[in-house]
């Protein structure tokens, strides 16, 4: 039999005191690589850090070589509480850019995606709504909210089929299930019932909730991305090693089998919903499925796992290959074991891809858009941003110094990620145990501006480029 993985308890240790933490923390040294003509780029231990370092123009990049051993520092038990925004806070950006509030009201809304005509639908998953906002070029608030549809369970990604101006469906993730409704450019309301595609995702409940999809570049297939059902495939059990590699033959390499199965993947489906396979594993939570409009990669955002210390393991954002697996729940950032499940697959110990950009631990990626090359309209970004990537960071519960709560800015050269990071807006957290913002979904508006939604206080906020274009 294959051995047992080494019991772990949640908390390691008694809380230590915040003050001891900061005392303990190293001091930031900005590190000599360079981006964008010149600017510094934190490496090493320098690319550690929490809200109190964070900045609009503050470039990172983590690298496997960097990460300190797991159990550094103990587990941590941390989790925000969200408060109203504070009278005169205010986001911060980089020069030249501004930052405002769109909408405001909604009930924790989530993932956003243009429509073809400029539309942006809005899911309010808690809800089981969907909302569509109307924009207007270089309006400060949309024209018009509406609820497109209701009654849903749970709903998170949304995509429209076929790709191109003129798509006949809007395809909608629910926590289990993916269904489509019938829809013509423009429309507010759904002008049918919705139908049922995938009837059920997951063999079984709980655990991460969320589901995304996305449509390969030639349509023939829908990838829905399915989270795990818990940390650390902690209900699996066991197999020995030639049973877990027959298994892998059917749910594809490194696979979680019990109540993990199928889950902590990207699937795919014909736009029908026939024909399920496993197209990549190892994500233990894949939203944001997006392609690259430059290459035609599909990406994604990845939630890792917890309780191995502040700074183990990396959250990622990463090209998502065919058959490729990441590790998840074996292995992280390549082939380093997670020492819970020493011994217990070593034959996937050179088969484990490393994510292209890693991204502070406990930082909780939820959103991906890339900026369009040839985008125009009255609040398009320099040309310099053209082409990267914008993720939101939803922020974390297991980290004893809080990171995350801001939206990041991926370098990427030619298509390909460099694996650096830029923070690009930031001022959600309000000290040590409060935060009044937790952005989650992101979208490019049909003028440029950039949308950034937070379920903390029901808003989406409009990022525009105000100064003259070069």
Same mark, same amino acid.
């Given at each position: 039999?294959?051995?047992r993985?080494?019991?772990?308890?949640g908390?390691?240790g008694?809380p230590?005191?915040?003050?001891?933490?900061?005392?303990?923390?190293?001091?930031?040294?900005?590190?000599?690589?360079?981006?964008?003509?010149?600017?510094?780029?934190?490496?090493?231990a320098?690319a550690?850090?929490d809200?109190?370092t964070d !900045?609009?123009?503050?470039?990172?990049?983590?690298?496997? !070589?960097?990460?300190?051993?797991?159990?550094?520092?103990?587990?941590? /038990?941390?989790?925000?509480?969200?408060?109203?925004?504070?009278?005169?806070?205010?986001l911060?950006?980089?020069?030249?850019f501004?930052?405002?509030?769109f909408?405001t009201?909604?009930?924790?809304?989530r993932l956003?995606?243009?429509?073809?005509?400029?539309?942006?639908?809005?899911?309010?998953?808690?809800?089981?709504?969907?909302?569509?906002?109307?924009t207007?070029?270089?309006?400060?608030?949309p024209?018009?909210?509406?609820?497109?549809?209701?009654g849903l369970?749970?709903p998170?990604?949304?995509?429209?089929?076929?790709?191109?101006?003129?798509p006949?469906w809007?395809?909608?993730?629910?926590?289990? /299930?993916?269904?489509?409704?019938?829809?013509?450019?423009?429309?507010?309301?759904?002008?049918?019932p919705?139908?049922t595609?995938?009837? @059920?995702?997951?063999?079984s409940?709980?655990g991460?909730w969320?589901?995304d999809?996305a449509?390969?570049?030639d349509g023939?297939?829908?990838y829905? /991305?399915v989270?795990?059902a818990?940390?650390?495939?902690?209900?699996?059990?066991?197999k020995?090693?030639?049973d877990?590699?027959?298994?892998? !033959?059917?749910?594809?390499?490194?696979?979680?089998?019990?109540?993990?199965?199928?889950?902590?993947?990207v699937?795919t489906?014909t736009?029908?919903?026939?024909?399920p396979?496993?197209?990549?594993?190892?994500l233990?939570?894949?939203? !944001?499925?997006t392609?690259?409009?430059q290459t @035609?990669?599909?990406?994604?955002?990845?939630n890792?796992?917890?309780?191995?210390g502040?700074?183990?393991?990396?959250?990622?954002?990463?090209?998502?290959?065919p058959?490729?697996?990441?590790?998840?729940?074996?292995?992280?950032?390549?082939?380093?074991?997670?020492?819970?499940?020493?011994?217990?697959?070593?034959?996937?110990?050179? @088969?484990?891809?490393?994510?292209?950009?890693?991204?502070q631990?406990?930082?909780?990626?939820?959103g991906?858009?890339?900026?369009?090359?040839?985008?125009?309209?009255?609040?398009?970004?320099?040309?310099?941003f053209?082409g990267?990537a914008?993720?939101?960071?939803?922020?974390?519960w297991?980290r004893?110094?809080?990171t995350?709560?801001?939206v990041?800015r991926?370098?990427?050269?030619?298509?390909?990620?460099?694996g650096?990071?830029?923070?690009?807006?930031?001022?959600f957290?309000?000290?040590?145990?409060?935060?009044?913002?937790?952005?989650?979904?992101?979208?490019?508006?049909?003028?440029?501006?950039?949308l950034? /939604?937070?379920?903390?206080?029901?808003?989406i906020?409009?990022i525009?480029y105000?100064?003259? @274009?070069?």
């Amino acid at each position: 039999m294959i051995d047992r993985r080494t019991p772990f308890h949640g908390r390691l240790g008694k809380p230590l005191r915040l003050a001891a933490l900061l005392a303990a923390a190293p001091a930031i040294a900005v590190a000599q690589d360079q981006i964008d003509g010149g600017q510094p780029v934190r490496t090493g231990a320098a690319a550690f850090g929490d809200w109190r370092t964070d !900045a609009p123009g503050v470039w990172r990049k983590i690298t496997p !070589a960097d990460l300190p051993p797991p159990f550094a520092t103990p587990s941590a /038990s941390n989790a925000p509480s969200v408060a109203e925004r504070p009278p005169g806070a205010v986001l911060k950006t980089l020069p030249g850019f501004t930052a405002r509030p769109f909408v405001t009201g909604l009930e924790a809304p989530r993932l956003l995606r243009t429509a073809p005509n400029g539309d942006i639908f809005v899911a309010e998953s808690m809800s089981g709504r969907i909302r569509v906002l109307r924009t207007v070029d270089g309006a400060a608030k949309p024209a018009k909210v509406e609820t497109f549809v209701e009654g849903l369970d749970q709903p998170f990604g949304i995509a429209f089929y076929p790709a191109g101006p003129a798509p006949q469906w809007v395809y909608i993730a629910n926590t289990d /299930s993916v269904v489509r409704i019938p829809y013509r450019s423009g429309d507010l309301k759904a002008r049918g019932p919705a139908e049922t595609i995938v009837a @059920k995702l997951t063999p079984s409940p709980g655990g991460h909730w969320t589901r995304d999809i996305a449509f390969s570049p030639d349509g023939s297939k829908m990838y829905v /991305s399915v989270g795990s059902a818990s940390n650390l495939a902690d209900h699996m059990g066991d197999k020995t090693l030639p049973d877990a590699e027959a298994f892998d !033959a059917d749910h594809g390499l490194g696979a979680a089998w019990g109540p993990e199965t199928d889950r902590a993947d990207v699937l795919t489906f014909t736009p029908q919903g026939g024909a399920p396979q496993v197209y990549a594993g190892g994500l233990r939570n894949c939203v !944001a499925l997006t392609l690259n409009p430059q290459t @035609k990669d599909l990406w994604c955002a990845v939630n890792e796992r917890d309780g191995l210390g502040d700074n183990l393991v990396p959250d990622y954002a990463t090209r998502v290959k065919p058959g490729g697996f990441y590790g998840w729940p074996w292995y992280y950032m390549g082939g380093l074991e997670d020492p819970r499940m020493k011994g217990r697959r070593p034959d996937l110990a050179g @088969k484990t891809l490393t994510p292209d950009v890693p991204i502070q631990s406990h930082s909780a990626p939820l959103g991906l858009v890339f900026y369009p090359l040839q985008q125009t309209g009255p609040a398009t970004f320099p040309a310099a941003f053209r082409g990267d990537a914008f993720v939101t960071l939803h922020g974390s519960w297991n980290r004893a110094l809080r990171t995350g709560y801001k939206v990041v800015r991926l370098k990427l050269k030619d298509g390909v990620p460099t694996g650096a990071y830029e923070d690009f807006l930031t001022g959600f957290v309000i000290n040590d145990h409060k935060v009044w913002g937790r952005p989650v979904g992101v979208a490019v508006a049909h003028d440029g501006a950039l949308l950034v /939604s937070e379920d903390g206080n029901g808003t989406i906020w409009r990022i525009a480029y105000t100064c003259p @274009k070069p």
